[in-house]
């Protein structure tokens, strides 16, 4: 009846690996109706072909050239890396893309493989409100219907997003369900695509769901790594001692870490949400506090009840507030390629506004959970380190959130500065 | 391919067997447990069986029912919030083996491989389960369960759609035991207004693939769109059209009155379809 042998798993929960396509080790897969899947089949047979198609390839490097804006450059950071013991610390500046996050890299190509595809509308999800930009632009560009599913806490928390969306011409809309965050409207842009799969392509934003998304979305943003990785040779001379990236989904980590993988000195470290802490549940560390589990059609780690309902996770970010985490970085953290610490929302916060004050880089807040991860990390390593920090996007769209953290808009509109003076490690404000 | 029978009682495969030699379709009846109490949800289930389904569907809420549209997603919500549990379902299908009809677990897969797929299997079938229909877990991914629903004796079902292929098609129905699952339509759970044609071509294309009953699920809500589904496939399944009847009640006893209304109304049109 089956291929597969009911052995004792890894976790106690899945057969041993057979080799099988959407599968990083015992993580991945396709949990989903079966009613999807002859799409993600008819979509795994276009990606294959199109990643080997030099006009599909051509086309899309030309998109990324004269649209995106690609290569992004590098910006060395002396001013912020000294409040993270001095070591030397390098930014692949994917917050200068066209729409302000990596998100434009596989959203892009996955516009493309619509078009190639024959379908005419796209549907997606989004957190930050990043990726539903994105794919706002995208449709805008290439004459896509568009639709876009973001729970009402980031409708509210990201309302500046949702406003640039519907200038798009993109259809949002607000889900009220569940936690009303970006779990729930994945689950609402499943149930989107289950109905209208014929005409529909679902631009999944991050490395997660089924075979084959976690796999192409790594693919679409590999470039981030690959360009970063001779930009760092070329300016240090040598690679990095640690790469960082933060940790949604994961594709803006996995897009910086893939190229990497076979330079085993070099360290890769993602980092997620502390949220409020973990002691208290309200995070969003997944690698920290939580058990391998199904959610949207794949087999990863999971924050999870004791019955296996899946817990709601929190952030300051909503680009990060996700329960789930894409399978590779399962399996990457399971075999100790890469390693994961989490930022609590003050350190994040901390490290956001050090990088406004100390370079004039406002961050993504997500992207500002990397730069937390950079600053510890930095301080183990001291002064010789070189370390590479993805920053994936810019914090235009949390000004709000910002605004209302440092308490800006009514009366004292500047908060208590220390980040110039040198040696401000000791104030507490800057300390992780 | 035969039945699975469980530990007690009358299986699936014989049910359905029974209604064909009565020339007729089975109706299958999903109620989720917990809505609006766990209580409250088995004297739903129980109520059914006395007005005429054949099979009860067992739902467990779950928190991210992606196959399911806005009134099966409600009911599980309140239900959650009520405090239900995964173990309450054993509970449930006690109560439905008891009242004489044979319980089909539906579930999301988390919920079972958090459980662990074999203690599943066990502690169903020692509650009189019959088995487990898995809406998003298709057999490719399903080898662990296959083993412990082998070894539990449970029948499986797994679903077909009308985008499935042919070669899906014979691959899902060689690895269903007790029925397959034909979906009517591409969607969610949720009452419509006509069935189409998608349903009857999906049927056709599944009987041609495999001798398995195969029962139509999705949109059917009044006696005459039973009936016309009883015309070619071996059972109706409703779940919304049901689930509404609790979900719009102003107290259960009330909900269960329109409940047993709409079985026999549905149960007449299972009859009269052929
Ligand atoms: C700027 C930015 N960085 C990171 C993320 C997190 O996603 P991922 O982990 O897939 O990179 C988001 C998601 O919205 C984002 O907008």
Same mark, same amino acid.
């Given at each position: 009846m089956t291929d597969q042998t009911p052995a004792t798993p890894a976790h106690g929960l899945v057969p041993e690996p057979?080799?099988?396509?959407?599968?990083? =080790?015992?993580?991945?897969?396709?949990?989903?109706?079966?009613?999807?899947?002859?799409?993600?089949?008819?979509?795994?047979?276009?990606?294959? $072909?199109?990643?080997?198609?030099?006009?599909?390839?051509?086309?899309?490097?030309?998109?990324?050239?004269?649209?995106?804006?690609?290569?992004?450059?590098?910006?060395?950071?002396?001013?912020?890396?000294?409040?993270?013991?001095?070591?030397?610390?390098?930014? $692949?500046?994917?917050?200068?893309?066209?729409?302000?996050?990596?998100?434009?890299?596989?959203?892009?190509?996955?516009?493309?493989?619509?078009?190639?595809?024959?379908?005419?509308?796209?549907?997606?999800?989004? =957190?930050?409100?990043?990726?539903?930009? &994105?794919?706002?632009?995208?449709?805008?560009?290439?004459?896509?219907?568009?639709?876009?599913?973001?729970?009402?806490?980031?409708?509210?928390?990201?309302?500046?997003?949702?406003?640039?969306?519907?200038?798009?011409?993109?259809?949002?809309?607000?889900?009220?369900?569940?936690?009303?965050?970006?779990?729930?409207a994945i689950n609402d842009a499943l149930r989107d695509w289950v109905t209208n799969v014929e005409d529909t392509h679902y631009i999944l934003g991050t490395v997660t769901g089924p075979h084959p998304f976690p796999e192409m979305v790594r693919d679409f943003h590999r470039i981030i790594g690959v360009e970063a990785r001779a930009q760092v040779l070329d300016t240090a001379g040598r690679l990095p001692d640690a790469v960082i990236a933060c940790v949604g989904g994961g594709s803006n980590a996995m897009?910086?870490?893939?190229?990497?993988?076979?330079?085993?000195?070099?360290?890769?470290?993602?980092?997620?949400?502390?949220?409020?802490?973990?002691?208290?549940?309200?995070?969003?560390?997944?690698?920290?506090?939580?058990?391998?589990?199904?959610?949207?059609?794949?087999?990863?780690?999971?924050?999870?009840?004791?019955?296996?309902?899946?817990?709601?996770?929190?952030?300051?970010?909503?680009?990060?507030?996700?329960?789930?985490?894409?399978?590779?970085?399962?399996?990457?953290?399971?075999?100790?390629?890469?390693?994961?610490?989490?930022?609590?929302?003050?350190?994040?916060?901390?490290?956001?506004?050090?990088?406004?004050?100390?370079?004039?880089?406002?961050?993504?807040?997500?992207?500002?959970?990397?730069?937390?991860?950079?600053?510890?990390?930095?301080?183990?390593?001291?002064?010789?380190?070189?370390?590479?920090?993805?920053?994936?996007?810019?914090?235009?769209?949390?000004?709000?959130?910002?605004?209302?953290?440092?308490?800006?808009?009514?009366?004292?509109?500047?908060?208590?500065?220390?980040?110039?003076?040198?040696? &401000?490690?000791?104030?507490?404000?800057?300390q992780l | 391919m035969s039945t699975a029978t469980g530990t007690t009682g009358i299986g699936v495969s014989d049910v359905l067997a029974r209604c064909r030699e009565e020339n007729r379709a089975a109706l299958v009846g999903y109620l989720p447990v917990g809505f609006p109490t766990v209580e409250g949800s088995i004297a739903a289930m129980v109520a059914m069986v006395e007005a005429g389904v054949d099979i009860v569907e067992v739902g467990i809420p779950y928190s991210d029912p992606l196959m399911d549209g806005p009134v099966i997603a409600y009911a599980a919500d309140q239900a959650l919030k009520h405090g239900v549990r995964v173990g309450d379902v054993f509970t449930a299908t006690r109560a439905v083996r008891d009242a004489g009809a044979p319980p089909l677990v539906m579930s999301y897969w988390?919920?079972?491989?958090?459980?662990?797929?074999?203690?599943? #299997?066990?502690?169903?079938? #020692?509650?009189?389960?019959?088995?487990?229909?898995?809406?998003?877990?298709?057999?490719?991914?399903?080898?662990?369960?296959?083993?412990?629903?082998? #070894?539990?004796?449970?029948?499986?079902?797994f679903l077909v759609a009308p985008s499935s292929t042919d070669e899906r098609i014979a691959s899902v129905t060689e690895r269903c035991r007790g029925f397959v699952y034909a979906v009517s339509h591409m969607g969610v759970t949720g009452a419509r207004t006509s069935m189409g044609d998608a349903a009857s071509v999906i049927v056709s294309r599944t009987k041609a693939a495999t001798d398995l009953p195969v029962c139509v699920g999705l949109g059917v809500s009044t006696g005459a769109q039973a009936a016309e589904v009883a015309a070619y496939a071996d059972g109706v399944i409703v779940g919304s059209a049901l689930v509404r009847c609790l979900t719009e009640a102003a107290d259960l006893e009330s909900g269960i009155t329109v409940l047993r209304a709409l079985v026999a109304e549905l149960a007449e049109g299972v009859r009269s379809g052929r």
């Open positions: 057979v080799a099988r396509p959407g599968r990083f =080790g015992d993580f991945g897969g396709r949990y989903v109706p079966e009613a999807l899947i002859p799409a993600l089949e008819e979509l795994d047979e276009a990606r294959r $072909k199109a990643m080997v198609d030099p006009e599909f390839l051509g086309e899309l490097e030309r998109l990324h050239r004269t649209y995106t804006g690609r290569p992004s450059i590098i910006t060395e950071v002396p001013r912020f890396a000294e409040h993270a013991g001095g070591a030397r610390i390098i930014l $692949k500046r994917e917050d200068l893309n066209h729409t302000g996050s990596h998100k434009i890299n596989n959203v892009l190509a996955q516009a493309l493989l619509t078009k190639r595809m024959g379908k005419s509308r796209v549907i997606a999800e989004t =957190g930050a409100g990043q990726h539903g930009v &994105a794919t706002a632009t995208a449709a805008a560009l290439m004459g896509l219907e568009c639709v876009i599913y973001m729970g009402k806490v980031d409708t509210e928390r990201q309302a500046l997003n949702v406003a640039r969306m519907r200038m798009l011409g993109a259809e949002v809309r607000p889900v009220p369900t569940g936690s009303a965050t970006l779990k729930d897009g910086i870490f893939h190229r990497f993988l076979d330079d085993t000195d070099v360290r890769l470290i993602g980092v997620e949400a502390g949220g409020e802490g973990v002691e208290g549940g309200r995070h969003a560390a997944r690698f920290a506090a939580s058990s391998p589990g199904v959610l949207h059609g794949t087999f990863s780690y999971l924050m999870q009840d004791d019955d296996g309902q899946t817990l709601e996770s929190h952030s300051i970010s909503a680009g990060l507030d996700y329960p789930s985490v894409g399978p590779e970085h399962a399996h990457l953290r399971d075999t100790g390629r890469a390693e994961y610490r989490y930022a609590t929302d003050e350190q994040a916060m901390k490290a956001f506004e050090l990088l406004c004050r100390t370079e004039g880089i406002i961050p993504a807040i997500e992207s500002a959970h990397a730069l937390a991860g950079a600053i510890e990390v930095g301080r183990e390593l001291g002064p010789d380190a070189l370390l590479l920090v993805n920053l994936s996007g810019r914090g235009d769209k949390d000004m709000h959130t910002a605004a209302e953290y440092f308490g800006l808009i009514d009366g004292d509109a500047v908060p208590p500065g220390t980040a110039d003076e040198p040696g &401000a490690e000791g104030d507490g404000r800057t | 988390n919920l079972i491989l958090r459980h662990g797929p074999t203690a599943f #299997a066990t502690d169903l079938a #020692a509650a009189g389960g019959a088995g487990i229909i898995t809406p998003d877990l298709i057999p490719d991914e399903a080898g662990e369960w296959i083993a412990a629903s082998d #070894a539990s004796g449970l029948d499986r079902v």
